[in-house]
């Protein structure tokens, strides 16, 4: 095995803690985006429209034809 050094850890554990935080950041943002706070982009598999609905949490229906459409997940 390859011995560590104090710094190498300490550089380590530093790196890995800047992930964990980013990771925490970012779940929370998928969360409030799911949440519905945000309008949301549909892409309808029937006829090729993309809409945008307001605050839509679940599929939406397309104004074209009216098939319903899950939201565009980026
Ligand atoms: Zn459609």
């Known amino acids: 095995m390859f011995p ?3 710094g190498m850890t300490f550089l380590t554990g530093l790196g890995l803690g800047v992930l964990g935080v980013l990771w925490i950041l970012y779940e929370r ?3 409030r ?4 706070r945000r309008p949301s982009a549909h892409h309808c598999v029937r ?6 609905a307001e605050r839509a949490s679940g599929p939406c229906a397309c104004p074209r034809c009216g098939h ?3 939201a565009l997940r980026f």
Request: with cysteine.
């Open 29 to 31: 943002r998928d969360f």
């Open 4 to 6: 560590f050094s104090t």
């Open 47 to 52: 006829c090729d429209a993309v809409y945008g």
């Open 33 to 36: 985006a799911a949440s519905g």
């Open 68 to 70: 319903l459409n899950p």
